[in-house]
């Protein structure tokens, strides 16, 4: 595979794509049940819902293909300063490319000029690869979950001074 991509903001075209990778990778590792966020509203109209102020969502785009993307906006039930890293997943091509260290980079950089202190983030057990890229960008693990998600299967919690 090609692994000249580019980040780039996600665009109501992008919608359907990013709706079926987020429902083919999340059940890959488990993340299908209740309580995950395969479940929330915003996946259907991903780039309405992060078109809302101090919220951004990104795609991966190989080619023209969309092969994941990642996204930041205000941690609901959070303090203001608290943004939350929301819905990064990626294809399995697209894994191993570089693309989620880039998305990270991307993501960190628009929650610091959206004027956010923080950046929290949800995850589970058996997301060993997501969870090295988190702390490879100075993510610490925290005891407890933060916010109100309603991501209540999750059992991962970090969060990053920005």
Same mark, same amino acid.
């Given at each position: 595979?090609? =692994?000249?991509?580019? +980040?780039? &903001? ?10 079926? @990778? @987020?429902? &083919? ?10 309580? !995950?966020? +395969? =479940? ?21 785009d190989v080619q023209g293909q969309v092969l994941g %993307? %990642? ?10 300063? +608290? ?6 997943? !990626? ?8 693309? %989620? ?16 202190? =923080?950046?929290?983030?949800? $995850?589970? $057990? ?11 960008h100075g993510f610490e693990q925290i005891t407890q979950?933060? %916010?109100? $998600?309603? =991501? ?8 990053? $001074?920005?």
């Open positions: 595979m090609n =692994h000249d991509y580019r +980040i780039r &903001r996600i665009e109501a075209r992008d919608d359907a794509v990013m709706a079926a @990778i @987020i429902r &083919r990778v999340m059940p890959e590792f488990g993340a299908d049940g209740p309580g !995950f966020a +395969i =479940h929330d509203a915003e996946v259907d109209r991903m780039s309405e819902a992060y078109a809302r102020s101090r919220s951004a969502y990104f795609v991966v %993307g %990642g996204g930041v906006a205000h941690l609901e039930g959070g303090d203001e300063d +608290i943004c939350e890293l929301r819905k990064m997943y !990626f294809l399995p091509e697209a894994r191993g490319m570089g693309a %989620g260290s880039a998305m990270m980079v991307r993501c960190l950089d628009e929650a610091r000029r959206l004027g956010y202190g =923080h950046c929290y983030l949800e $995850t589970l $057990t058996g997301m060993d690869a997501a969870q090295k890229l988190y702390r490879r979950p933060m %916010g109100g $998600t309603g =991501h209540f299967s999750c059992d991962r919690f970090f969060l990053l $001074t920005l």
